[in-house]
């Protein structure tokens, strides 16, 4: 069993940066697939906004962040951070980070085994 818990979000305004990071607990963590998704408003589907292999170095990015966002990991802190630059309004929502005890990559929420929290992100115009 792996817990993610996440932090950094916050109310920011447009243009501004955060980072997210997601802590993880359990064994093995260099070898899980990690992502990060959001929601916007509640009950919508989740959306793919980063992912990374751990494997390969295959990541992946969603049109919409594609040149603002970065994915990146410690493993040896059992850490996933998500680097936000150039915040806009359409950005805010609740983040999520994803986990999944395999070394490929994913991009689909219900291929993830387990997840955090949520950390809401707010952007003002």
């Known amino acids: 069993q792996v817990q993610l818990v996440e932090s950094g979000g916050g109310l920011v305004q447009t243009g501004d940066s955060l980072r997210l990071s997601c802590g993880a607990s359990g064994r093995s963590f260099e070898t899980y697939a990690v992502g990060w998704f959001r929601q916007a408003p509640p009950g919508k589907e989740r959306e793919g906004v980063s992912?990374?292999?751990?494997?390969?170095?295959?990541?992946y990015y969603a049109d919409s962040v594609k040149g603002r966002f970065t994915i990146s990991r410690d493993n040896a802190k059992y850490t996933v951070y998500l680097q936000m630059n150039s915040l806009k309004p359409e950005d805010t929502a609740v983040y999520y980070c994803?986990?999944?005890?395999?070394?490929?990559?994913?991009?689909?929420?219900?291929?993830?085994?387990?997840w955090g929290q949520g950390t809401q992100v707010t952007v003002a115009s």
């Open positions: 992912c990374d292999s751990s494997s390969d170095g295959s990541v």
């Open positions: 994803a986990a999944r005890s395999i070394s490929q990559l994913i991009t689909r929420p219900r291929d993830y085994e387990y």
